[in-house]
């Protein structure tokens, strides 16, 4: 073996050596799984307010996606409500028929949050909308739990939050 090809094999064993223990110490990519928590979607709840309309309940909550990667939206197929005797789950096709009005924050400009049949939610990351629902049942006066879940997080990490009517 020349000169050159012994000098060519050392470097690529010490550069392939560095990628991979770089690798290790940043991601734990080599030995074990590689698992980066950033990319995973987590949505918020920032504000909820229930009130009686008609026969029905008018439930305004503002969504927004917090955390996740930005190359696809952020949804929530399925929506629980419940108290201490009582509790609905609404999947992606409820969500959308009784979603009357999405109302979008100023600062999204090009990202359009929206319900659709499929994904129930769909929140792009960085933006936030008032979703206004219209439940055909009325809810009785008391506290309830709202529990947004989004497919991929673990439970602890669900959008949740507290109304009264």
């Known amino acids: 073996m020349d000169k050159t090809a012994l000098i060519a094999l050392i470097f690529t064993v010490l550069v392939a050596g560095w990628i991979l223990a770089t690798g290790q110490w940043a991601y734990g990519n080599v030995v074990g799984p590689l698992v980066n928590y950033s990319k995973l979607p987590k949505l918020e709840i920032t504000y909820i307010q229930a009130s009686q309309h008609g026969n029905g309940t008018l439930l305004a909550m503002n969504v927004t996606d917090i ?3 930005d190359a696809y939206p952020a949804t929530a197929p ?3 409500i419940y108290n ?6 609404l999947n992606s096709s409820q969500i959308s028929n009784f979603t009357v009005k999405v109302v979008q924050a100023p600062w999204n400009e090009n990202k359009r949050d929206s319900v659709n049949w499929y994904s129930g939610f769909v929140i792009p990351l ?7 629902l219209l439940l055909p049942l009325k809810l009785s006066p008391g506290n309830y739990t709202i ?5 991929g997080i673990s439970l602890k ?6 109304f009264s009517i």
Do not use: C, N, R
């Open 157 to 162: 990490s669900e959008a949740m939050a507290a």
């Open 147 to 151: 529990v947004l879940y989004t497919p």
């Open 126 to 132: 960085g933006s936030e909308a008032q979703f206004q």
């Open 84 to 89: 201490s005797t009582w509790h609905i789950y």
């Open 67 to 69: 955390d996740g990667p």
């Open 78 to 80: 399925l929506l629980e």
